[in-house]
């Protein structure tokens, strides 16, 4: 099986204000911060937001991280837990890669 990693992904929740593009949402700078600390602590590979005008984003974990350690960390996020934000953790199997 090809390598799988677990990705959380983002979508606006109830307190998103539509009609603001995402730089303008109040408090998302706390989700930045929030993430920037899983990079900073080596549990994150990847992330950022969709920038298709409908809001949300994605993180992809590194690889030792458990899917309840990334869900403990995606529902820690005070954007979610105010409700500017919501997530579903999903595993992604990365099927093409270069070398």
């Known amino acids: 099986m090809k390598p799988t ?31 920037r600390g899983a990079l900073a602590s080596g549990r994150l590979a990847w992330g950022g937001p969709f920038v298709d005008g409908r809001g949300g984003g994605m993180m992809v974990a590194q690889p ?23 997530f579903e953790l999903r595993p992604w199997m990365i099927a093409m890669q270069a070398n």
């Open 64 to 86: 030792q991280v458990t899917p309840e350690e990334l869900r403990d960390l995606a529902a820690a996020d005070p954007c979610v837990r105010e409700g500017l934000l919501e």
């Open 5 to 35: 990693h677990w990705v959380v992904v983002h979508r606006p929740g109830p307190r998103w204000q539509p009609g603001l593009s995402m730089f303008e949402q109040p408090g998302l700078q706390a989700h930045v911060e929030h993430y």
